[in-house]
């Protein structure tokens, strides 16, 4: 799983697509396979009960599980579902770009993901270690000492290089006229807020990158370990 | 670049609070909802204050 490329990708594919989609669904469809299962993976207490995943790994991408919410097949369905109730193309292509840019960054860990379902078949180049099954700290410690935080900080760098998709002016040019979403905001929030909106999800990926990664190195004292399938101090799942 | 002063003087508070109270960055929406009250509305209200 990736911490911040989730946020951060979708200001890269907003730079080449411009006003061809539609920022809200291009960033829902980033964060939708994982919107209603990452809890139950590392689990909560509510009331006094708490509730978790006996298995994490196939709660989360496996089969029976909730690992079809990774496939390009569920995409396309929430995809389409959004373009006919909605009536907006926009909308639906969108969700579709932002939902498999994460179920490909995704198959960069050692579970990867059932791309191709119904075939279970777990497509992963296992270039850092999947550890949700440890819990969420020691999943983020290991995440934060390994390749994938590497292929965040690729995203975050290539997001202050394009920096111009940031501005006021390019929200006013392409974000605000390609979906009425953001008119109908309007009517509640001054433009000012809803430029701070659209900021707010690359503020968030590269702020908690770089706090996640002072609390793993600075505050605590993970080793960091880069190489493939990284980091070894943690036991990686498989499919 | 006064927006830009403001947008790092909010980060650099985010990334303290998070480092120490790690379940401050845990939801988008938190973020979201702080970076509106840091960068929006304690400026506009310390604008009419002045």
């Not at chain 1, 000492?145 to 394009?162: E, T």
């Not at chain 2, 109270?21 to 002045?50: H, K, N, Q």
């Amino acid at each position: 799983m990736s911490w911040a490329a989730h946020d951060l990708e979708p200001y890269a594919f907003q730079r080449h697509l411009g006003l061809k989609i539609a920022f809200v669904p291009l960033l829902i469809g980033s964060y939708a396979p994982d919107l209603f299962t990452k809890w139950f993976v590392y689990g909560i207490t509510l009331f006094g009960i708490e509730l978790k995943a006996d298995d994490p790994v196939q709660f989360h991408r496996g089969w029976p599980g909730f690992g079809f919410t990774h496939s390009l097949l569920f995409g396309l369905l929430i995809g389409f579902i959004l373009w006919k109730i909605l009536g907006s193309w926009i909308w639906g292509v969108s969700f579709v770009i932002g939902h498999w840019a994460h179920c490909l960054t995704d198959t960069g860990d050692t579970v990867g993901t059932m791309l191709l379902f119904p075939w279970t078949f777990h497509f992963n180049l296992g270039a850092w270690a999947y550890a949700g099954q440890t819990g969420r700290f020691t999943d983020a410690a290991a995440y934060f000492s390994g390749p994938g935080c590497m292929w965040d900080l690729v995203w975050i760098v290539y997001g202050l290089f394009a920096w111009r998709v940031l501005t006021t002016e390019y929200f006013d040019k392409h974000i605000f006229p390609a979906d009425s979403t953001w008119s109908w905001a309007n009517r509640l929030i001054p433009r000012i807020g809803l430029i701070t909106l659209y900021r707010a999800a690359f503020f968030y990926g590269t702020c908690r990158w770089i706090a996640w990664t002072i609390w793993a190195h600075v505050i605590h004292d993970y080793p960091y370990d880069l190489s493939w399938g990284g980091p070894d101090w943690v036991d990686a799942a498989t499919p | 670049m006064r927006t830009l002063a403001i947008y790092l003087g909010a980060a650099v508070i985010y990334i303290v609070i998070g480092v120490f109270f790690v379940d401050f960055m845990l939801s988008v929406v938190v973020a979201a909802g702080y970076l509106l009250i840091a960068v929006w509305l304690v400026p506009t209200a310390l604008e009419r204050l002045r």
